[in-house]
């Protein structure tokens, strides 16, 4: 059974630096690992999607990188702003094909 | 469409009525998913569909609950005799290919059983 962790569960970061999420997984047969934020009361918004052949992955101030063989991937954010503040997601199709995804980190930039 | 799109975007219902959701998923899309948010909670899959194969039904909760999906088209997610646990955000993804492409969200539709 995969399993999706990210820790930390919550992080608080003044405005314009740069931060780390982390994304572990269990099992490294994996085909992809993607990135989502989910602001409070709305759906999920894709940020990146890092195939397994991939090392990193880049979007504006995001970069995405992958590990397989540890199980982990970060997300890096650069020069953060206040509308950054948001749940941020991680999640891997496995096995039969659905998404599992983390318990997210609630990231919120202090202006 | 531009993106997946799910309604109602709110639906209050009484304990004990049926309520039926719809997904309409990005034009081309072959997989489509099924996803349950409890407030505060994390992402609880319920069922996911990929071309004309069995859909995957592994995450419905009871069978008070089913979803149908024609082709490659339109979702409907029912949940038939309502419950107050059933509150929640009911989500909707659809990719390309599955398991090897980019999954893109719906808003959600959120469900309060009173």
């Known amino acids: 059974k995969q399993e999706v962790t990210q820790i930390p569960a919550a992080l608080s970061v003044p405005e314009g630096e740069n931060l780390v999420l982390n994304c572990s997984f269990t099992d490294s047969a994996i085909y992809n690992l993607q990135w989502f934020r989910q602001d409070p009361g ?7 999607l890092i195939q397994s052949s991939q090392r990193e992955q880049t979007s504006g101030r995001l970069n995405a990188s992958l590990d397989k063989s540890s199980g982990r991937s970060t997300l890096y954010i650069a020069a953060s702003q206040p509308g950054d503040s948001a749940t941020y997601l991680c999640a891997v199709p496995f096995g039969n094909e659905k998404l599992t995804f983390g318990t997210g980190t609630r990231l919120t930039i202090i202006p | 469409g531009a993106g997946v799109s799910q309604s109602p975007s709110n639906k209050v219902t009484e304990k004990g009525k049926d309520v039926e959701l719809r997904c309409d998923p990005i034009s081309g899309h072959t997989a489509l998913y099924w996803y349950r948010q409890r407030l505060g909670q994390g992402l609880e899959f319920l069922i996911y569909f990929q071309g004309n194969s069995a859909p995957d039904k592994s995450g419905l909760p009871s069978d008070r609950f089913s979803a149908e999906r024609t082709g490659e088209s339109v979702s409907t997610l029912t949940i038939q005799r309502t419950q107050q646990e059933d509150s929640a955000v009911y989500l909707c993804a659809s990719s390309r290919q599955g398991r090897t492409t980019e999954a893109f969200f ?5 469900l309060t059983v009173v």
């Open chain 1, 42 to 48: 709305k759906g999920l918004t894709s940020l990146l």
């Open chain 2, 106 to 110: 719906g808003q959600g539709t959120r």
